[in-house]
């Protein structure tokens, strides 16, 4: 086997408590794709974060070229030809795509921005990757694809010998997918090692020569993809016994209440049509970018919707009315915690009584005793770590802060729990007893529907799973013949694997 | 800045004991001082007029022939604190009619300092009136930025014993102070300003316009109602055209002296009668087409229409002395203080002004500034 | 745990075409400005053949010629998504400088003026740069005191000794009115020093870094620019500008009082945002700048030259100004939105 | 360091009020006597009263620089209706209806057109400015009836305190409360810190916003009101440059440029500091010229102590800066110097 480009080994990182990498290895070697593969959470984006050179490792070492990397600085990483593309870049929305290509490395001629070179260039660089897209047009509002090709322009334009995508097809249409892979090709084809992390099955066996399956943080195989069977590598993936998570004790489902129909919002899904029971947890399972959360944040109001109703206990709630939501007992735990969840320089007990200002008030006045005891009892119930309540909730780790938007909506006594990507971005001890609190809440009798990407976790805590695709509902299965596969191929749209 | 507040206090008592010996001479020189007041002889004026570069050298005038007229009768209390309050400081017009204060503090051995807004509204002067209440001085000379706004705070200063007299610019409600020292009548100042832009025209007349100060300058629009009547009775070729606003801001005055220019392309004069007005209109026109076209004049500082008065832009503007105004603010406030019936006229620079029925003390005719005699102007 | 990227990400998009939008039109946003400047001056000596005389047009250039000087600098700070509101104090402060340092010689002092000026700016600027740049603290605050306090300092040591023309050398005073091709020097200044940064901007390496740090400040750190440096260098150049300007002033004013360049800051933000330059930076030109400048004069001019009512003037100057802001704004959605479902 | 770290500058921005008055009642016998009091309170009167309400507006995120456009043109309004109709409470009224109506003007361009607040304003600023001088021009107005007038220098039931004190106290008790103890002001802090989250917990953020412009304007047509009273006249270049003081008073008292952050408090101390510092410092003989200068230096010193205080903090605090401060990259309320961990 010929010598590696670029080699990890031993990688070790922890996130104060929680750690991200524990003994991760990765070989890549020249011309290759290689699929780096295993579930959220099993650090693939820590480690993809070590080459980007964003983090530093604790431990271990990584070797380009058999010479140490070196690690720590974003520009370094990219200066010794190792480029991570994100599922979501951050271009320069005012800058033209040359520009964004070359920017902070304008090309010079005589010292001036040579614009005609740059412009060439980059639509040379486009041409070379099989797209169209106009080296003129400013940044702003160009899809995610497109986005991604950009980076990948500036990648080969300082000629990078390890290009890593980070779920690149995630967010894409099938049609834009199978084009990025036809690039990552070319990209194998003039020598660049790829690294390509997908859970698209599909995508494995139609693209990648190598795999690496990592999971909780460590490397647990890798192989050659012609060697092996889908279904093997979806074994590897999962590894863990799905007893290691919590299990959702059993609860009398009681009667409907939510009930979606219908419901429809243009370029975002389509004719989605489901009920919730008191006592249930119902999963949204699918693909990031399947319209998943766009589902829920229309049911709870946040965004409008073109067609379609959503009837609670029987009643239909007014569109584009969070406030309507709320007072019918509605809770949504979104998925950008930092955007959307939380005030981040706002104190924990503010942040908690946010939603219940209302019960607080004693003639019209906000009544701080009273807020501090509803902030003090959800603090307790969800044994927040913190250093008093007053403490602003930027200063919390991802676990308490997700425990602060959780308890915020707790707090409402919600008979409906709309929850997007619950643990996403959080350990190991606070996921299980996040875990433990949804399905108590639902014992309670508390209707969850749950949006996640964690198959164990939507296996293990769901009732029912209704699988979502490109903006459709796909599949709805029951608890019991749930299994990772079928929510897997239902969701990646496989024919039929293992 | 206390400091040098002090200091100037201290150097202008030591000066005010030099011109209170030598008596004798005093006498004397007030008649030269006198003309003042008399457009007629730049030159004594000249003399007469402290410069704006610290009053030394009317001093030293002072000190040598006499620092004109009165010296402290004994009916005048001496030691007196007078504030000055100008519409707004930074201002050339108004640090020359103070420095005719401070003689006239020096002759009087009264102190006297200057304090006021940096931008001439009547809001902004009225702090600086309540502080003076406070500090408790004994008499306040003010030219109202403008004639409502200061009243409120001027009759409290009335209600606290403190004697008011209003200079340059006078308040609509004349019982808020005691007198009103007006450069010259309204009417002069309206007919000398048609009449020299009269005459820089020529008999065949043309269109006039208007470059004013604020658009809500009681003196200035007084003027102009007045300008208007005479121009309707007397001067039947003129034909005014319009009445813009420089605001007294030079960028803004150029600007509307051009823009003035497009709108009436037959404009042959322009009439600002405010000193910033009139120095801005001047540099536009000298430095344009109209050079020689279009004529201009106005209330100027001949330390500021030096240069177009001789370049020929400007043929005549007129200004009375505004350190006139001062001196005979401190003399008016002084014998107030001293319990003197000011409406039985009071003495200052050896002549005998006696306020008329609404307490107003004119001084007397512009001088007029032409290239020949503006030289011998100091302020 | 893309939520963790240290760089700003977008919300996911949904599936979209490949189709590019050609976005070269739309880049010029300076268009409309000029478009807008040409039907004010077509249309005003439509109706006064005076409007545009050689007279004109020298009155129009050098009314704008100052606050046009100045909103050369303050794009530079805007395309930052900074702010500078102490140029107008830094104008009057240096037009003093200057016009003391040149008082009462003899001619062919210009250069020494313009040295003067721009020193007294660059101080202003380097003042305020290091300020923001090193403390991060927020500019509008600091440049706010900043005004505060150069104006005070310019109004006590002015006081009221006003510099007058008969104290300027009488080349500078014609140098502030004289011609050369028809256009005044003044504006001939502010044109060259308008093409200068206008090509630093376009062509210079750390000029395009402005336009990366306004358009994405994290991702620009992450590319490696050095964010506060140019920051230090936005504000050196706004003082600098701000100075120069002071120099045009005393120049074309003959003059110099305490209150000089009071007031400015609004009218240079006003034609910066007119002239399409985003006060929440990335996007915009020195050119658009210089555009929205003479446009807002021009508009002041011609309302006269229309015969509109004195008072009457500034209602209508403050309407179409905020016509213009909303205009841009409507604009600026449209293309977004149409861009947005063309791609995804 | 430890004081550093609990040093906050809202509260001791009223501490240093009181201190000026402290000290100042020594520094100069006539600083502390009924009269200058008087003067003090009628001098930050109008700033206070807009203070109040734009407070509301910055917490929010928003600005709004047109206010002493909306108090002349309120002004300019009384007066002109005062005119014709020769009935005060009719004018005063009216008065504040314009007041009122300017600031839904604004409100609406932010709101509806989703127009920058800061763009916006410098706009109105010189729309509202102009409509003084259409409605008003150079006209003198008949004076106003000395029982309209006189209420400025008419003490309280006989004592010194003017009335003025009434609305102070009336409508900064109301906007204290609001701001800090009611639902709606949790709402006005939560906007400014993230319109996204509000929008998740259900805020009408634009009726909210709204709102705030609203009642600004209200604010400022009556500090309109209170400034016709005060100078017993009605002008078109009446109440200028008031913008900035409060702005400047709100800047002072650690009100966050950037929305989320501030009190009311503070807000009341600083321009109550504002003007005791200018009162003493004009007893003192100290020129109009000197007073900008140092209202100048206070706002600079006003970010930069806190913010000198949060760096050492930041250091001490985390020895690796993020990613964002390294660049530079400073999205953050000055008055709150820890980083956000990334």
């Given at each position: 086997?010929?010598?590696?480009?670029?080699?990890?080994?031993?990688?070790?990182?922890?996130?104060?408590?929680?750690?991200?990498?524990?003994?991760?290895?990765?070989?890549?070697?020249?011309?290759?794709?290689?699929?780096?593969?295993?579930?959220?959470?099993?650090?693939?984006?820590?480690?993809?974060?070590?080459?980007?050179?964003?983090?530093?490792?604790?431990?271990?070492?990584?070797?380009?070229?058999?010479?140490?990397?070196?690690?720590?600085?974003?520009?370094?990483?990219?200066?010794?030809?190792?480029?991570?593309?994100?599922?979501?870049?951050?271009?320069?929305?005012?800058?033209?795509?040359?520009?964004?290509?070359?920017?902070?490395?304008?090309?010079?001629?005589?010292?001036?921005?040579?614009?005609?070179?740059?412009?060439?260039?980059?639509?040379?660089?486009?041409?070379?990757?099989?797209?169209?897209?106009?080296?003129?047009?400013?940044?702003?509002?160009?899809?995610?694809?497109?986005?991604?090709?950009?980076?990948?322009?500036?990648?080969?334009?300082?000629?990078?010998?390890?290009?890593?995508?980070?779920?690149?097809?995630?967010?894409?249409?099938?049609?834009?997918?199978?084009?990025?892979?036809?690039?990552?090709?070319?990209?194998?084809?003039?020598?660049?090692?790829?690294?390509?992390?997908?859970?698209?099955?599909?995508?494995v066996f139609a693209l990648c020569d190598r795999y690496t399956v990592m999971r909780d943080g460590a490397t647990v195989a890798d192989g050659i993809v012609a060697d092996s069977s889908p279904a093997q590598i979806v074994q590897l993936m999962v590894g863990r016994e799905l007893t290691d998570l919590f299990p959702k004790s059993p609860a009398t489902i009681g009667k409907v209440v939510l009930a979606v129909e219908h419901l429809t919002s243009r370029g975002q899904f389509e004719?989605?049509?489901?009920?919730?029971?008191?006592?249930?947890?119902?999963?949204?399972?699918?693909?990031?970018?399947?319209?998943?959360?766009?589902?829920?944040?229309?049911?709870?109001?946040?965004?409008?919707?073109?067609?379609?109703?959503?009837?609670?206990?029987?009643?239909?709630?007014?569109?584009?009315?969070?406030?309507?939501?709320?007072?019918?007992?509605?809770?949504?735990?979104?998925?950008?915690?930092?955007?959307?969840?939380?005030?981040?320089?706002?104190?924990?007990?503010?942040?908690?009584?946010?939603?219940?200002?209302?019960?607080?008030?004693?003639?019209?006045?906000?009544?701080?005793?009273d807020e501090r005891v509803v902030a003090d009892e959800w603090a307790t119930t969800l044994q927040l770590k913190h250093s008093g309540l007053d403490e602003p909730v930027e200063q919390l780790s991802g676990g308490n802060q997700q425990k602060v938007v959780l308890g915020k909506w707790l707090a409402t006594k919600p008979r409906l729990l709309v929850i997007d990507e619950p643990t996403r971005g959080i350990d190991v001890g606070t996921k299980a007893e996040v875990h433990r609190?949804?399905?108590?809440?639902?014992?309670?009798?508390?209707?969850?529907?749950?949006?996640?990407?964690?198959?164990?976790?939507?296996?293990?805590?769901?009732?029912?799973?209704?699988?979502?695709?490109?903006?459709?509902?796909?599949?709805?299965?029951?608890?019991?013949?749930?299994?990772?596969?079928?929510?897997?191929?239902?969701?990646?749209?496989?024919?039929?694997?293992? | 800045?206390?400091?040098?507040?002090?200091?100037?206090?201290?150097?202008?008592?030591?000066?005010?004991?030099?011109?209170?010996?030598?008596?004798?001479?005093?006498?004397?020189?007030?008649?030269?001082?006198?003309?003042?007041?008399?457009?007629?002889?730049?030159?004594?004026?000249?003399?007469?007029?402290?410069?704006?570069?610290?009053?030394?050298?009317?001093?030293?005038?002072?000190?040598?022939?006499?620092?004109?007229?009165?010296?402290?009768?004994?009916?005048?209390?001496?030691?007196?604190?007078?504030?000055?309050?100008?519409?707004?400081?930074?201002?050339?017009?108004?640090?020359?009619?103070?420095?005719?204060?401070?003689?006239?503090?020096?002759?009087?051995?009264?102190?006297?300092?200057?304090?006021?807004?940096?931008?001439?509204?009547?809001?902004?002067?009225?702090?600086?009136?309540?502080?003076?209440?406070?500090?408790?001085?004994?008499?306040?000379?003010?030219?109202?930025?403008?004639?409502?706004?200061?009243?409120?705070?001027?009759?409290?200063?009335?209600?606290?014993?403190?004697?008011?007299?209003?200079?340059?610019?006078?308040?609509?409600?004349?019982?808020?102070?005691?007198?009103?020292?007006?450069?010259?009548?309204?009417?002069?100042?309206?007919?000398?300003?048609?009449?020299?832009?009269?005459?820089?025209?020529?008999?065949?007349?043309?269109?006039?316009?208007?470059?004013?100060?604020?658009?809500?300058?009681?003196?200035?629009?007084?003027?102009?109602?007045?300008?208007?009547?005479?121009?309707?009775?007397?001067?039947?070729?003129?034909?005014?055209?319009?009445?813009?606003?420089?605001?007294?801001?030079?960028?803004?005055?150029?600007?509307?002296?051009?823009?003035?220019?497009?709108?009436?392309?037959?404009?042959?004069?322009?009439?600002?009668?405010?000193?910033?007005?009139?120095?801005?209109?001047?540099?536009?026109?000298?430095?344009?087409?109209?050079?020689?076209?279009?004529?201009?004049?106005?209330?100027?500082?001949?330390?500021?229409?030096?240069?177009?008065?001789?370049?020929?832009?400007?043929?005549?503007?007129?200004?009375?002395?505004?350190?006139?105004?001062?001196?005979?603010?401190?003399?008016?406030?002084?014998?107030?203080?001293?319990?003197?019936?000011?409406?039985?006229?009071?003495?200052?620079?050896?002549?005998?002004?006696?306020?008329?029925?609404?307490?107003?003390?004119?001084?007397?005719?512009?001088?007029?500034?032409?290239?020949?005699?503006?030289?011998?102007?100091?302020? | 745990?893309?939520?963790?990227?240290?760089?700003?990400?977008?919300?996911?998009?949904?599936?979209?075409?490949?189709?590019?939008?050609?976005?070269?039109?739309?880049?010029?946003?300076?268009?409309?400005?000029?478009?807008?400047?040409?039907?004010?001056?077509?249309?005003?000596?439509?109706?006064?053949?005076?409007?545009?005389?050689?007279?004109?047009?020298?009155?129009?250039?050098?009314?704008?010629?100052?606050?046009?000087?100045?909103?050369?600098?303050?794009?530079?700070?805007?395309?930052?998504?900074?702010?500078?509101?102490?140029?107008?104090?830094?104008?009057?402060?240096?037009?003093?400088?200057?016009?003391?340092?040149?008082?009462?010689?003899?001619?062919?002092?210009?250069?020494?003026?313009?040295?003067?000026?721009?020193?007294?700016?660059?101080?202003?600027?380097?003042?305020?740069?290091?300020?923001?740049?090193?403390?991060?603290?927020?500019?509008?605050?600091?440049?706010?005191?900043?005004?505060?306090?150069?104006?005070?300092?310019?109004?006590?040591?002015?006081?009221?000794?006003?510099?007058?023309?008969?104290?300027?050398?009488?080349?500078?005073?014609?140098?502030?009115?004289?011609?050369?091709?028809?256009?005044?020097?003044?504006?001939?200044?502010?044109?060259?020093?308008?093409?200068?940064?206008?090509?630093?901007?376009?062509?210079?390496?750390?000029?395009?870094?402005?336009?990366?740090?306004?358009?994405?400040?994290?991702?620009?750190?992450?590319?490696?620019?050095?964010?506060?440096?140019?920051?230090?260098?936005?504000?050196?150049?706004?003082?600098?500008?701000?100075?120069?300007?002071?120099?045009?002033?005393?120049?074309?004013?003959?003059?110099?009082?305490?209150?000089?360049?009071?007031?400015?800051?609004?009218?240079?933000?006003?034609?910066?945002?007119?002239?399409g330059v985003n006060i929440f930076g990335g996007s915009g030109t020195v050119v658009g700048a210089l555009l929205g400048a003479m446009l807002l004069r021009t508009i002041g001019f011609s309302l006269s030259a229309l015969s509109i009512p004195e008072f009457w003037q500034q209602a209508v100057n403050g309407a179409l100004l905020l016509v213009a802001i909303s205009a841009d704004r409507v604009v600026t959605i449209r293309r977004d939105r149409a861009e947005r479902t063309r791609?995804? | 360091?430890?004081?550093?770290?609990?040093?906050?500058?809202?509260?001791?921005?009223?501490?240093?009020?009181?201190?000026?008055?402290?000290?100042?009642?020594?520094?100069?016998?006539?600083?502390?006597?009924?009269?200058?009091?008087?003067?003090?309170?009628?001098?930050?009167?109008?700033?206070?009263?807009?203070?109040?309400?734009?407070?509301?507006?910055?917490?929010?995120?928003?600005?709004?620089?047109?206010?002493?456009?909306?108090?002349?043109?309120?002004?300019?309004?009384?007066?002109?209706?005062?005119?014709?109709?020769?009935?005060?409470?009719?004018?005063?009224?009216?008065?504040?209806?314009?007041?009122?109506?300017?600031?839904?003007?604004?409100?609406?361009?932010?709101?509806?057109?989703?127009?920058?607040?800061?763009?916006?304003?410098?706009?109105?600023?010189?729309?509202?400015?102009?409509?003084?001088?259409?409605?008003?021009?150079?006209?003198?107005?008949?004076?106003?009836?000395?029982?309209?007038?006189?209420?400025?220098?008419?003490?309280?039931?006989?004592?010194?305190?003017?009335?003025?004190?009434?609305?102070?106290?009336?409508?900064?008790?109301?906007?204290?409360?609001?701001?800090?103890?009611?639902?709606?002001?949790?709402?006005?802090?939560?906007?400014?810190?993230?319109?996204?989250?509000?929008?998740?917990?259900?805020?009408?953020?634009?009726?909210?916003?709204?709102?705030?412009?609203?009642?600004?304007?209200?604010?400022?047509?009556?500090?309109?009101?209170?400034?016709?009273?005060?100078?017993?006249?009605?002008?078109?270049?009446?109440?200028?440059?008031?913008?900035?003081?409060?702005?400047?008073?709100?800047?002072?008292?650690?009100?966050?440029?950037?929305?989320?952050?501030?009190?009311?408090?503070?807000?009341?101390?600083?321009?109550?500091?504002?003007?005791?510092?200018?009162?003493?410092?004009?007893?003192?003989?100290?020129?109009?010229?000197?007073?900008?200068?140092?209202?100048?230096?206070?706002?600079?010193?006003?970010?930069?102590?806190?913010?000198?205080?949060?760096?050492?903090?930041?250091?001490?605090?985390?020895?690796?800066?993020?990613?964002?401060?390294?660049?530079?990259?400073?999205?953050?309320?000055?008055?709150?110097?820890?980083?956000?961990?990334?």
């Amino acid at each position: 086997m010929q010598a590696p480009v670029l080699e990890v080994r031993g990688a070790i990182k922890r996130f104060g408590g929680a750690s991200a990498l524990s003994g991760a290895s990765l070989r890549l070697q020249a011309a290759e794709i290689h699929a780096l593969l295993g579930e959220n959470g099993a650090g693939k984006s820590t480690l993809l974060k070590a080459l980007a050179g964003v983090h530093r490792l604790d431990a271990g070492e990584i070797t380009l070229h058999g010479h140490a990397f070196e690690q720590g600085s974003t520009k370094r990483a990219r200066e010794q030809g190792v480029t991570v593309i994100y599922q979501e870049p951050s271009l320069f929305p005012d800058l033209t795509l040359a520009e964004n290509v070359f920017v902070g490395r304008q090309l010079r001629r005589a010292g001036r921005v040579d614009w005609a070179a740059m412009r060439d260039r980059a639509a040379e660089l486009f041409a070379r990757l099989g797209v169209t897209l106009d080296p003129d047009r400013r940044a702003a509002g160009l899809s995610i694809a497109d986005q991604q090709i950009v980076e990948i322009a500036k990648a080969l334009s300082i000629d990078a010998q390890v290009i890593v995508m980070d779920e690149p097809t995630a967010a894409l249409s099938a049609l834009e997918a199978e084009r990025l892979m036809d690039v990552a090709r070319r990209l194998r084809e003039r020598g660049s090692a790829v690294v390509f992390v997908t859970h698209r099955l599909d995508e494995v066996f139609a693209l990648c020569d190598r795999y690496t399956v990592m999971r909780d943080g460590a490397t647990v195989a890798d192989g050659i993809v012609a060697d092996s069977s889908p279904a093997q590598i979806v074994q590897l993936m999962v590894g863990r016994e799905l007893t290691d998570l919590f299990p959702k004790s059993p609860a009398t489902i009681g009667k409907v209440v939510l009930a979606v129909e219908h419901l429809t919002s243009r370029g975002q899904f389509e004719d989605i049509s489901f009920d919730v029971c008191a006592g249930e947890i119902v999963a949204l399972a699918g693909l990031v970018g399947s319209g998943r959360s766009e589902v829920v944040r229309a049911v709870f109001g946040v965004d409008p919707y073109d067609s379609g109703r959503v009837l609670l206990h029987g009643e239909p709630l007014p569109a584009g009315d969070p406030r309507a939501a709320l007072r019918g007992g509605v809770a949504l735990v979104p998925e950008d915690r930092r955007q959307q969840g939380l005030f981040m320089p706002a104190s924990i007990t503010r942040n908690v009584a946010v939603t219940v200002l209302d019960r607080i008030r004693r003639r019209g006045l906000i009544h701080r005793r009273d807020e501090r005891v509803v902030a003090d009892e959800w603090a307790t119930t969800l044994q927040l770590k913190h250093s008093g309540l007053d403490e602003p909730v930027e200063q919390l780790s991802g676990g308490n802060q997700q425990k602060v938007v959780l308890g915020k909506w707790l707090a409402t006594k919600p008979r409906l729990l709309v929850i997007d990507e619950p643990t996403r971005g959080i350990d190991v001890g606070t996921k299980a007893e996040v875990h433990r609190l949804l399905s108590d809440l639902a014992a309670e009798g508390l209707a969850v529907l749950m949006v996640s990407s964690e198959l164990p976790e939507v296996l293990g805590m769901a009732d029912r799973v209704l699988v979502m695709r490109e903006g459709r509902l796909m599949q709805e299965l029951s608890r019991t013949d749930a299994t990772q596969e079928r929510i897997m191929l239902a969701a990646t749209g496989q024919a039929s694997v293992g | 800045m206390r400091t040098q507040l002090t200091r100037f206090a201290a150097a202008g008592l030591a000066v005010a004991m030099l011109a209170a010996c030598g008596s004798d001479d005093k006498k004397a020189a007030s008649t030269t001082a006198a003309p003042t007041t008399a457009a007629a002889a730049p030159t004594t004026t000249a003399a007469a007029t402290p410069t704006t570069a610290g009053g030394d050298t009317a001093t030293t005038a002072g000190a040598t022939e006499g620092s004109g007229g009165a010296a402290p009768a004994g009916d005048l209390k001496t030691g007196l604190t007078i504030a000055v309050i100008p519409k707004a400081i930074n201002n050339a017009y108004f640090d020359a009619a103070f420095v005719g204060a401070q003689k006239a503090c020096e002759e009087l051995q009264a102190t006297c300092e200057q304090v006021g807004p940096t931008e001439a509204t009547g809001a902004a002067q009225t702090e600086f009136i309540n502080t003076e209440i406070q500090k408790g001085v004994d008499a306040i000379v003010i030219s109202a930025a403008d004639a409502d706004s200061v009243t409120p705070s001027l009759q409290q200063a009335k209600a606290a014993g403190i004697a008011v007299v209003t200079y340059d610019a006078d308040v609509n409600d004349t019982s808020a102070r005691l007198a009103m020292i007006k450069p010259t009548t309204p009417d002069l100042i309206a007919t000398s300003q048609v009449k020299w832009i009269s005459d820089a025209i020529g008999p065949e007349g043309g269109e006039i316009a208007i470059l004013s100060a604020a658009a809500t300058a009681e003196n200035q629009n007084a003027w102009i109602d007045l300008m208007k009547k005479d121009l309707a009775a007397n001067y039947p070729k003129l034909k005014l055209v319009d009445t813009v606003y420089g605001d007294d801001d030079a960028a803004t005055s150029a600007d509307k002296a051009a823009a003035l220019l497009q709108a009436h392309p037959d404009l042959k004069g322009i009439i600002s009668p405010t000193t910033v007005g009139v120095a801005a209109t001047a540099k536009y026109i000298s430095g344009s087409e109209y050079k020689g076209k279009v004529q201009v004049t106005g209330l100027g500082l001949p330390s500021e229409m030096k240069s177009y008065l001789k370049d020929g832009t400007v043929k005549t503007v007129g200004l009375w002395d505004p350190g006139m105004l001062g001196y005979l603010g401190i003399y008016a406030a002084v014998n107030a203080v001293s319990g003197n019936d000011l409406s039985a006229g009071f003495a200052a620079d050896g002549k005998t002004y006696t306020p008329d029925a609404d307490g107003i003390v004119i001084v007397g005719p512009p001088a007029e500034f032409t290239a020949d005699n503006v030289d011998q102007y100091a302020f | 745990m893309t939520t963790v990227a240290p760089v700003a990400t977008p919300p996911p998009a949904r599936p979209a075409s490949v189709l590019a939008g050609r976005a070269t039109l739309l880049r010029r946003r300076e268009l409309p400005v000029g478009i807008a400047l040409l039907v004010v001056l077509v249309g005003t000596s439509i109706s006064n053949h005076r409007f545009l005389s050689s007279q004109g047009r020298t009155d129009l250039m050098l009314a704008a010629a100052i606050t046009g000087m100045v909103a050369i600098g303050e794009t530079f700070v805007l395309l930052m998504r900074k702010v500078d509101l102490s140029v107008g104090s830094t104008l009057g402060l240096a037009a003093y400088a200057a016009g003391t340092a040149i008082k009462d010689g003899g001619d062919g002092q210009l250069l020494k003026a313009f040295v003067v000026g721009i020193a007294v700016g660059l101080c202003v600027g380097l003042f305020n740069g290091l300020l923001i740049a090193l403390l991060d603290l927020p500019a509008l605050v600091v440049t706010l005191g900043t005004l505060y306090v150069v104006a005070g300092i310019q109004a006590k040591i002015v006081g009221g000794e006003r510099i007058t023309a008969d104290h300027l050398p009488a080349d500078f005073i014609s140098f502030g009115v004289d011609r050369f091709l028809g256009v005044p020097k003044l504006m001939w200044i502010v044109i060259a020093i308008g093409i200068v940064a206008s090509l630093y901007l376009r062509h210079a390496h750390s000029g395009r870094d402005l336009y990366a740090v306004g358009s994405n400040p994290p991702a620009a750190a992450l590319v490696g620019i050095p964010v506060r440096t140019r920051t230090i260098v936005a504000y050196l150049v706004s003082g600098g500008c701000a100075g120069a300007a002071g120099v045009l002033f005393v120049a074309r004013l003959g003059g110099v009082d305490a209150n000089a360049g009071g007031g400015y800051e609004l009218a240079v933000i006003a034609a910066c945002v007119v002239g399409g330059v985003n006060i929440f930076g990335g996007s915009g030109t020195v050119v658009g700048a210089l555009l929205g400048a003479m446009l807002l004069r021009t508009i002041g001019f011609s309302l006269s030259a229309l015969s509109i009512p004195e008072f009457w003037q500034q209602a209508v100057n403050g309407a179409l100004l905020l016509v213009a802001i909303s205009a841009d704004r409507v604009v600026t959605i449209r293309r977004d939105r149409a861009e947005r479902t063309r791609h995804r | 360091m430890r004081l550093l770290r609990h040093f906050q500058w809202d509260k001791f921005v009223p501490v240093l009020a009181a201190a000026t008055l402290f000290i100042g009642s020594f520094q100069h016998e006539k600083f502390l006597t009924t009269g200058n009091m008087t003067f003090l309170i009628q001098s930050i009167g109008e700033i206070l009263l807009i203070a109040f309400s734009m407070t509301f507006l910055i917490v929010a995120g928003e600005i709004d620089l047109s206010v002493s456009s909306i108090a002349a043109l309120s002004s300019c309004a009384l007066g002109y209706t005062w005119q014709h109709t020769g009935n005060i409470p009719v004018s005063v009224f009216v008065a504040l209806l314009v007041g009122t109506i300017c600031g839904a003007i604004n409100g609406l361009l932010v709101t509806r057109l989703g127009l920058q607040s800061l763009a916006v304003t410098i706009g109105t600023l010189a729309l509202y400015r102009g409509l003084c001088y259409v409605l008003l021009g150079d006209d003198r107005l008949k004076p106003f009836p000395t029982s309209f007038t006189s209420l400025n220098y008419k003490g309280l039931l006989g004592t010194w305190v003017p009335y003025v004190v009434v609305l102070l106290v009336v409508f900064g008790v109301a906007f204290g409360i609001t701001l800090h103890s009611t639902r709606l002001g949790r709402w006005v802090f939560s906007i400014g810190q993230s319109k996204d989250a509000a929008r998740f917990v259900g805020i009408p953020v634009r009726r909210v916003v709204l709102g705030l412009f609203v009642s600004n304007g209200f604010m400022a047509g009556l500090a309109g009101v209170v400034y016709t009273i005060r100078f017993a006249s009605a002008r078109p270049d009446g109440a200028v440059g008031m913008e900035l003081e409060v702005i400047a008073a709100a800047l002072f008292a650690g009100v966050s440029i950037f929305g989320g952050v501030g009190t009311l408090w503070a807000v009341t101390g600083a321009v109550f500091f504002f003007g005791a510092i200018r009162s003493l410092l004009r007893l003192n003989d100290f020129t109009a010229n000197e007073l900008t200068i140092v209202t100048g230096s206070m706002l600079l010193l006003s970010v930069m102590i806190p913010a000198i205080g949060g760096r050492i903090n930041t250091y001490r605090a985390s020895r690796a800066p993020t990613v964002a401060e390294s660049a530079g990259v400073q999205i953050r309320p000055h008055t709150d110097p820890q980083p956000a961990n990334p």
